[in-house]
């Protein structure tokens, strides 16, 4: 059990063991959940997607480009099970 101490100003400061342990990289959130019997559930806040983060990634890794044929033949086998 790794135990933290909380400071004057009501801060806690986690260490490198705790914060690779959960995936957390300076910047990113954490999410408490405080439960009801005085426990709190800790994890690394995950933001749901968005289009706006889905938009380019995977560009530049392919030197393809697929005609819009090509695109909506992909998608109505897609839809149909074939690969």
Known sequence: M????VTDRGQVT????VLQHLGIKPGERIELDLLPDGRGLLR???PAGTMDGF???LAGRSKKVATLEEINDAISQGWAGKK
């Open 14 to 17: 986690f260490r490198k063991d």
């Open 55 to 57: 938009v380019g990634l």
């Open 2 to 5: 790794t135990t933290l101490t």
């Open 44 to 46: 690394a806040a995950r």
